[in-house]
């Protein structure tokens, strides 16, 4: 007789505030674990708290919010890296303090988090780093510097897969596509009013490029996979980039 599947008792969820990661952090919490979710924006977490979770707003581009967050976790044996900014500006236009924005929170807070929180876990926790499809094919160019952080992001889930996998510690990363999210919301508008397209229209002609029905994700169906990551039924699963986008980017 096959156990009973269990996921992670203490689990920290960034960008719990809204999209995937507020998915995330409730799906967690029906399912038994122990949640502490983490945002900047402070009033979005009454979602994850009203499912139950434990909630800290913070800046994890901030050092010493990053330091808060470390204390008031505690014991954990999960983490979801799912915060994350998008700016939509054309390729010429971007300017250092773009880069600097993005790298901050979607490359360097994950990578100091992953390390810090990682060394910190016992045999058996899990690490679910969020990447994009963008990680690979990078083809919304307004995007280009969120696209190249998120190919950051499968480099450091590989690299601490095997530097922390000795700690029975594994490391994966979940790429969304095409999500039905306010940040995707803001890609829309934003990208749509560089090229002249109304978001709706926009909408249309990305999803026509999805195999699976031509039709986009709920967050929930990305948080499904996140779980499973933290499940004791991944147990041997480390170091891969999971695509949970309908076909969109099969490589």
Known sequence: MSSPVTFARRVVVTGAASGIGKATAVLLCERGSDVLAVDVDEEGLAGAAAAGAETIACDLARPDDRQRLYDAAGETDGLVNAAGIIRVVPVPEVTEEDWDAILAVNVKALFFLARDFGLRMPGGSAIVNLSSVAGKNNA???ALCYGASKAAVLAITRGLAHYLGPRGVRVNAVLPGITDTPMQDKFLAEAGAIRGVAP???????????PLQNRGSEPRELADAITFLLSSSSTYVTGQAIAVDGGLVMY
Do not use: G, I, P
């Open 200 to 210: 709706e229209a926009l909408h249309e002609q990305r999803l026509k490029s999805v």
């Open 140 to 142: 919304s160019t307004e």
